[in-house]
């Protein structure tokens, strides 16, 4: 499945790269790649730091930060997407930098996978207990 997602984005990226580089040119083309790439990096640092900082201000708070960590995974997979060369992807990347959006997909995935997410550790604590319950020998103890 993996694969074959590879395939089909590459393939559309290399689409994309023609028709666009058909229209205004292959040099224009290239440039644009390029200043989206340090458009990407500046928004790339600007997001992570804003990110970073509000998660040692909730930290400091004393409340959980978790949300901001998950914004912290978006927002690195994010700069992964913008380094790799394509509209697509550059598309894809810039979205997962800007707050609202990102915050949208996050509340999006949670809400579509939170069954899935507590059914998985209950069941890992239900099978750590188990596994607990597996050590305890009962015996009888003597003293003389």
Not at 18 to 25: K, R, S
Not at 40 to 63: D, E, H, N, R
């Given at each position: 499945m993996?694969?074959?997602i590879?395939?089909?984005?590459?393939?559309?990226?290399?689409?994309?790269?023609i028709e666009v580089g058909?229209?205004?040119?292959?040099?224009?083309?290239i440039l644009l790649i390029?200043?989206?790439a340090f458009i990407g990096a500046y928004l790339l640092k600007q997001q992570g730091l804003s990110t970073l900082q509000k998660v040692q201000q909730m930290q400091i708070q004393g409340q959980n930060p978790s949300f901001e960590m998950l914004q912290g995974v978006v927002i690195m997979v994010s700069g992964i997407l913008l380094l790799t060369p394509g509209f697509i992807t550059d598309s894809v990347g810039l979205l997962?930098?800007?707050p609202w959006s990102r915050?949208?997909?996050l509340?999006?995935?949670?809400?579509?996978?939170?069954?899935?997410?507590?059914?998985?550790?209950?069941?890992?604590?239900?099978?750590?207990?188990?596994r607990q319950d597996d050590k305890i020998v009962e015996g009888e103890f003597w003293e003389e």
């Amino acid at each position: 499945m993996l694969l074959l997602i590879f395939v089909i984005s590459t393939t559309l990226e290399l689409m994309v790269l023609i028709e666009v580089g058909g229209a205004i040119g292959t040099g224009n083309t290239i440039l644009l790649i390029i200043l989206t790439a340090f458009i990407g990096a500046y928004l790339l640092k600007q997001q992570g730091l804003s990110t970073l900082q509000k998660v040692q201000q909730m930290q400091i708070q004393g409340q959980n930060p978790s949300f901001e960590m998950l914004q912290g995974v978006v927002i690195m997979v994010s700069g992964i997407l913008l380094l790799t060369p394509g509209f697509i992807t550059d598309s894809v990347g810039l979205l997962g930098l800007m707050p609202w959006s990102r915050a949208f997909f996050l509340r999006y995935f949670l809400e579509k996978n939170v069954n899935r997410i507590f059914t998985s550790t209950q069941t890992q604590q239900q099978k750590q207990k188990n596994r607990q319950d597996d050590k305890i020998v009962e015996g009888e103890f003597w003293e003389e």
